[in-house]
């Protein structure tokens, strides 16, 4: 049986993703999407087994030192340049295609849902990846300069998931904006 396939992110207005290797809106700390974040990707479905996170070079480095690995989660790193796996992550991949055979292979037994958790190249190859997958996406209602980018969403190929209708949650942008001044609308999206 084929393995279910999702992503999570967060996306400003225009889709941005990051900027200069960071969050679009670093320093700023958005607590409830981490929050959202960590649920989503640390929970398992299936007792004793973990999830596993799927993410590029430039979205490893991206995450504080402290950080890293990402806890209660497997960490697999892309890297067509890396010879070995970056300090802390657990297995290194030259490519998608190759972590997957990674997770069905040599972690078959330890791992349950697949996370990709970025950057902008592994967003297109999982929305491009033949099989069933789940897009968790989160609108920063707020737009910050960016330079790195969610491919866009086709309408013709994914539809919300009636479950997970956009809902608004407040967002607090810490020493920035006010609490009541942003919002975040999460959705999930999945192939049709």
């Known amino acids: 049986m084929a393995r279910t396939l999702y992503g999570i992110v967060a996306v400003c207005p225009d889709l941005g993703i990051g900027k200069n290797g960071n969050l679009p809106w670093h320093p700023v700390r958005l607590s409830n999407e981490f929050k959202h974040f960590r649920k989503m990707t640390s929970t398992p479905s299936m007792p004793g087994k973990k999830n596993v996170v799927i993410m590029g070079?430039?979205?490893?480095f991206s995450i504080p030192e402290k950080n890293r690995p990402l806890n209660d989660r497997i960490n697999i790193v892309l890297s067509r340049e890396?010879?070995?796996?970056?300090?802390?992550?657990?297995?290194?991949a030259p490519d998608f295609s190759s972590a997957l055979r990674l997770v069905d292979t040599e972690l078959a037994d330890q791992a349950d849902k697949v996370w990709v958790i970025g950057g902008s190249s592994i967003y297109k190859e999982l929305m491009e990846y033949p099989g069933t997958k789940r897009l968790f996406v989160t609108r920063i209602q707020k737009q910050f300069d960016c330079d790195t980018f969610l491919p866009e969403i086709s309408l013709d190929n994914y539809r919300l998931l009636s479950e997970f209708q956009a809902t608004a949650t407040p967002t607090t942008f810490k020493n920035m904006v006010p609490r009541s001044a942003k919002r975040t609308a999460r959705g999930a999206w999945y192939p049709v």
């Open 82 to 92: 890396c010879k070995t796996p970056p300090a802390g992550a657990h297995h290194l």
């Open 57 to 60: 070079r430039k979205t490893w």
